[in-house]
């Protein structure tokens, strides 16, 4: 065998085992594909279902949103309702009643009070350095 021979022969048993690599690797890709198909292929059979019950989801959140502000449209309008009556009421009745105690009160003072005995001067009260001193007090101090 000459060396061209040799040569010859290694480079045919190269290219088999090149080629025997290349088979083994294209096998082993072509499972790999089928396995990644089969994985999408349920991943989709799965999301679709929950895809459709999140739809489903945020349309009734949306529809719970929309009667929440129709419900706090509503509170708003009782709310300024109820402010405007409470003023309409303040000032409609408000200074009359004041004014029917401040009479029921001067009457009741002026039945209250004795006829023989002289009309009674509140006390007078001096203040020094922040404390109230009463009147009484002084006058114990002249006498």
């Known amino acids: 065998m000459s060396g061209g ?11 088999a ?6 088979a083994v690797v ?15 292929a349920d991943v989709t059979e799965q999301a679709v279902p929950l895809l459709a019950d999140a739809s489903a989801t ?8 929309d009667r929440v502000d129709a419900i706090a449209t509503d ?6 309702n ?8 303040a000032s409609t009745f408000g200074g009359p009643l004041v004014k029917v105690a401040a009479f029921g009160y001067g009457v ?5 009070r004795d006829k023989d005995a002289p009309a009674q001067q509140p006390s ?3 203040v020094i350095v922040g404390r109230t001193v009463p009147s009484a007090r002084r006058r114990k101090r002249k006498g």
């Open 75 to 80: 509170v708003q309008e009782v709310t300024s």
């Open 82 to 89: 109820a402010s405007a009556l409470s003023t309409t009421v």
């Open 108 to 112: 009741r003072r002026a039945l209250g």
């Open 5 to 15: 021979e040799v040569a010859g022969i290694l480079v045919a048993v190269f290219w």
């Open 26 to 40: 294209l096998v082993r890709l072509a499972q790999t594909l089928r396995a990644t198909t089969k994985l999408v």
């Open 58 to 65: 945020v349309r009734s959140a949306q529809t719970q949103l």
């Open 17 to 22: 085992i090149l080629v025997s690599f290349l």
């Open 124 to 126: 007078r009260r001096t």
